[in-house]
C-alpha cells in the first residue's frame, strides 16, 4: 500500500496519541503537547500514513542539532519498514536544515529501536544510568551529517 509522510494536522492528534499510549518505551506526552507542537515551528511534527495515519515522528531543532523527541508506529503496523521510512524522513528533514547532527536518547530495554537507529548509522555515545523509570538505562546516540 501506498504511504506518505506529511506534517501533522490536528485531525492526526486522536491516532497520534493512541499510538503513543501503546508505545511504553515511547515518550508520552499530553495531547496539549501534540497540539502545541504542530505548527510550532520548533521543528518537524510529522506523520506517516496510509488509508489512516499509522505513525509520527518528532524532530526539534536546537542550533545546530536536530533531536529526534520520539518516533513510533501503530503496534500492528510495526516490522513492516515503515519506521525505517520514518526515520529516513526525520533525517532528510535534519539535513535540510544544515544540522550537523541528529541525536536521541532511547532505553537500554528498547531493542526493536536500538536496532532500527544502529541499521541507519546511528552511534553510542553515551550512557545515562538508571534514567527511565522501569530503571533502565538511558542511551545516547547521534548521526554525524556534516
Ligand atoms: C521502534 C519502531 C518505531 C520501529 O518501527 P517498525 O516500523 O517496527 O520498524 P521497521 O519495520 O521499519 O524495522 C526497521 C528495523 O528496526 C529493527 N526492528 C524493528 N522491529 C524490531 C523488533 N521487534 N526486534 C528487533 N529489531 C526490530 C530492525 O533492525 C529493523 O530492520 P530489519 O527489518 O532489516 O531487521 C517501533 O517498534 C515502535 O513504534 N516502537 C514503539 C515506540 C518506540 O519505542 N519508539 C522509540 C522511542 S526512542
Known amino acids: 500500500m501506498n504511504s506518505s509522510i506529511r506534517p501533522a494536522r490536528p485531525a492526526d492528534l486522536d491516532a497520534v496519541c493512541a499510538i503513543a499510549q501503546d508505545a511504553p518505551l515511547a515518550g508520552h506526552w499530553s495531547r496539549a503537547q501534540y497540539e502545541s507542537e504542530i505548527g510550532s515551528g520548533l521543528g518537524l511534527f510529522a ?12 524532530l526539534r531543532r536546537v542550533e545546530a542539532e536536530a533531536q529526534l523527541v520520539d518516533i513510533a508506529v501503530r503496534s500492528r503496523d510495526r516490522g513492516r519498514g515503515l519506521g525505517r ?10 539535513r535540510s536544515w544544515s544540522s550537523s547532527k541528529m541525536t536521541l536518547e532511547v532505553s537500554a530495554a528498547n531493542e526493536p529501536a536500538l536496532r532500527l537507529y544502529r541499521a541507519a548509522g546511528f552511534r553510542i555515545v553515551g550512557r545515562r544510568p538508571k534514567f527511565y523509570n522501569d530503571r533502565s538505562d538511558a542511551i545516547l546516540m547521534d548521526l554525524l551529517l556534516a
Request: aromatic share 10%; charged share 25%.
Open 47 to 58: 506523520v506517516l500514513e496510509e488509508d489512516e495515519t499509522l505513525g509520527f515522528f518528532i
Open 85 to 94: 521510512d520514518l526515520l529516513a524522513a526525520a533525517v532528510a528533514g535534519a
